[in-house]
C-alpha cells in the first residue's frame, strides 16, 4: 500500500533514444549490421554512429531479437514442432525417440534414431 508520496523528481533527467525514435531506415540498417556481428553492443554503436543517437544497447538487442523471432519463429514453438513430429513418428515407424529437457521444460538435448540406426 502506498502511504507516502512526493511529486519530486530525485534524479538527473537521461534523455535516450527509446524503441518510438526507431525509424524503418534505422530498423533497416540494425537488419543489415546484424548480418556483420551478433554482438548487440557493436550493433548499437554502429546505429548510434551512424545516426548521431544515443540507443541503449538494451532497446537494440530487443530490436534483433524480435527480427530473429520474425524471420525463424519462437524457438519453443519450433521445438515443440519438433517434439510433436518425433513422438508421432516413433508411434508409427517404431522409432526412438528420448528427449532431454531443463527445470522449465525448454528442450535441451534429444536423441533420434530409426529402427535401421537401432540394428
Known amino acids: 500500500?502506498?502511504?507516502?508520496?512526493?511529486?519530486?523528481?530525485?534524479?538527473?533527467?537521461?534523455?535516450?533514444?527509446?524503441?518510438?525514435?526507431?525509424?524503418?531506415?534505422?530498423?533497416?540498417?540494425?537488419?543489415?549490421?546484424?548480418?556483420?556481428?551478433?554482438?548487440?553492443?557493436?550493433?548499437?554503436?554502429?546505429v548510434n554512429s551512424q545516426f548521431d543517437s544515443d540507443f541503449r544497447v538494451s532497446t537494440i538487442r530487443y530490436q534483433l531479437t524480435k527480427i530473429k523471432n520474425d524471420e525463424f519463429g519462437c524457438p519453443t514453438s519450433d521445438a515443440n514442432e519438433l517434439v510433436g513430429m518425433l513422438k508421432e513418428d516413433e508411434k508409427k515407424r517404431k522409432t526412438f525417440f528420448k528427449k532431454v529437457t531443463d527445470d522449465q521444460n525448454r528442450l535441451r538435448a534429444f536423441c533420434f534414431m530409426t529402427t535401421r540406426m537401432m540394428s
Open 1 to 46: 500500500m502506498l502511504t507516502n508520496h512526493q511529486n519530486k523528481h530525485n534524479h538527473a533527467l537521461v534523455a535516450q533514444f527509446g524503441a518510438l525514435e526507431l525509424t524503418s531506415g534505422i530498423f533497416e540498417k540494425i537488419k543489415e549490421y546484424r548480418c556483420l556481428t551478433t554482438d548487440a553492443a557493436e550493433v548499437t554503436r554502429k
